[in-house]
């Protein structure tokens, strides 16, 4: 029965118009992922600030005025201001005297810390909530709370679409994704606001993962490898367009509205996009699996299929929540069910950890040269569409164990060569950035094909969740070692990321070649593929 239906996917596979309006379904939500990712740049420029002081600012003194009377200097520096202190003085008697007289008059005084703020412009969120001086750490909660969600959303939905099925998480994650991206927009609370940062996170997670697995379960051979990997461009056009978007509209609620109104368009792929024929088949609903099919592949419907009461048996259970909370539940016990899953989890574990640590630190890091921050996002678009665009020839014609392993290598080594290059070569120091961007960019491609093939098809979207979760921890901790280890060293958080890089690269070579194999569909199957071995390591 699998072997009927594979053939029929074949046969969609070589439909050229039908597969590309397929991966323009799946691929689009890619877009919104990555401008709401990318978004954090903007949306906390901070702006420069100092301490306003009510009594001048009613008295109708300028901003220099009152930077001039109240506002001390840096011991270190005669010329930048303290923005989170201002003079200890009685500002009624200054603004009634007026400003010539009160700079002719200024008393030693001591400082405090300032009560109210004033800023060079109030666009972004940090003048917002006036996330600066002793509330600077509450600025990278909004870049946390979308970390949190998108590893919340990557354990759980890979779950639900395993045991709901693809096209139900799917429109789930769309249906919060439509919520809770206008929402942020509109909110005027910070805590609300970082729970619609969250919810974002969690509807991120779940659209890309239900999405890419339908692509891969609904295509075959070389024209799975070539979709999987194009509809990873989607990420690169998403920065590309905020970066001129975000050039254009500067206020961030009006630039969250704009960035945010178009996901109302999945409702398109809501409607349209059809559920896994393979899935349907894992389940026991035959019949169901090839009316998808049927669609797909009109002659299809001429396949010979007894239709028994066991879809009758699989529909009653969606009705049983306690038995669909086991289900959940099973289906990451199967990961580590036989001692062969379990390896291949740990090491899925690995790639999304060091994956996603060095990313975000590559990321952290760059922030640190002085480029300016709409050029910078554009070049990392470009540098990620370049990346992936070079992994298709790669895993069309060398296979995937060989990529994955040489690029994992191939950036731990360009991160360790940081450690060589002097700070005051800034323009060195970007190219070397985008360069390890490129190596990492490319890996998240690679990886998530690599990992939805090592699985069958009843846990494979919980296995790509598990590893995509992962990744999330790697983003959620990577600002602790920049800040906290890169204090004491500012080459340490790349030699870490680098270091692991390398670690995971040999392990990559442990597991077999995927390439050209027909993925498993039941636990059953994993008995006729190749299993995690140390032999593996010399054959590619």
């Known amino acids: 029965m699998t072997d009927d239906l594979d053939q029929y996917i074949d046969s969609y596979s070589k439909q050229r118009w039908k597969v590309f309006a397929l991966l323009l379904m799946v691929s689009t939500p890619g877009i919104f992922n990555a401008i709401q990712i990318a978004s954090y740049v903007f949306l906390v420029d901070k702006p420069s600030y100092w301490c306003d002081i009510p009594d001048l600012k009613s008295a109708g003194w300028s901003d220099r005025m009152i930077i001039n009377v109240s506002t ?11 923005e989170c202190s201002y003079y200890n003085q009685n500002y009624s008697i200054l603004a009634k005297n007026g400003y010539n007289w009160s700079m002719n008059n200024l008393d030693t005084a001591d400082s405090k810390p300032c009560q109210y703020y004033s800023y060079s412009t109030r666009e972004s969120v940090v003048t917002e909530w006036n996330l600066v001086c002793d509330d600077v750490s509450m600025k990278s909660n909004v870049h946390a709370a979308m970390a949190f969600g998108k590893f919340v959303g990557g354990l759980s939905f890979g779950s639900i679409s395993d045991v709901y099925g693809r096209k139900f998480a799917f429109n789930l994650a769309a249906f919060i994704y439509m919520f809770s991206g206008p929402s942020a927009a509109l909110i005027d609370s910070y805590v609300l606001f970082l729970i619609a940062r969250f919810l974002i996170g969690v509807a991120g997670s779940g659209i890309y993962e239900s999405s890419y697995t339908i692509l891969t379960e609904l295509t075959s051979g070389k024209t799975r490898t070539l979709l999987c990997l194009l509809m990873n461009i989607s990420y690169p056009i998403g920065y590309i367009l905020l970066s001129i978007i975000a050039y254009y509209v500067r206020p961030w609620r009006m630039l969250l509205l704009v960035l945010s109104l178009p996901i109302f368009g999945l409702l398109i792929q809501c409607w349209f996009l059809p559920e ?25 419907i001429h396949a ?188 340490i958080p790349s030699t870490v990321c680098g270091t692991l890089s390398i670690f995971v690269s040999s392990l990559v070579l442990l597991l077999p070649e995927t390439k050209r194999t027909v993925l498993p569909n039941t636990l059953e199957d994993m008995k006729n593929t190749n299993s995690v071995k140390l032999s593996n390591c010399f054959k590619f």
């Open 72 to 82: 001390p200097y840096q011991n270190y520096s005669s010329e930048k201001i303290e």
């Open 276 to 300: 896994s024929p393979k899935w349907l088949l894992s389940q026991g609903r035959k019949s169901q699996a090839w009316v998808v099919m049927a669609k797909l592949v009109p002659t299809a």
């Open 304 to 491: 010979n299929i007894k239709t028994d009461s066991q879809d009758n048996v699989e529909i009653s259970k969606t009705t049983d929540c306690r038995g669909k909370c086991m289900e959940i539940l099973s289906t990451y016990m199967a990961l580590f069910s036989t001692p062969d899953l379990s390896a291949k989890t740990v090491i899925s574990l690995f790639f999304g950890l060091s994956c996603g640590l060095s990313y975000y630190v590559i990321a952290l890091n760059g922030d640190n040269i002085t480029a300016d921050r709409y050029i910078y996002v554009a070049l990392n678009g470009v540098v990620e569409g370049v990346s992936y665009a070079l992994t298709i020839p790669l895993f069309l014609y060398i296979g995937r164990k060989t990529a994955v392993s040489s690029f994992f290598f191939a950036s731990g080594i360009l991160q360790l060569t940081l450690l060589a290059i002097p700070l005051e070569k800034a323009n060195i120091l970007l190219c070397v950035t985008l360069m390890g961007k490129f190596f990492v960019s490319a890996l998240f491609s690679a990886i998530v094909l690599y990992v939805s093939e090592l699985y069958p098809t009843t846990i494979r979207n919980t296995g790509i969740g598990v590893s995509l979760t992962c990744s999330q921890i790697g983003s959620i901790i990577a600002p602790y070692i920049v800040e906290l280890l890169g204090a004491k060293a500012w080459y």
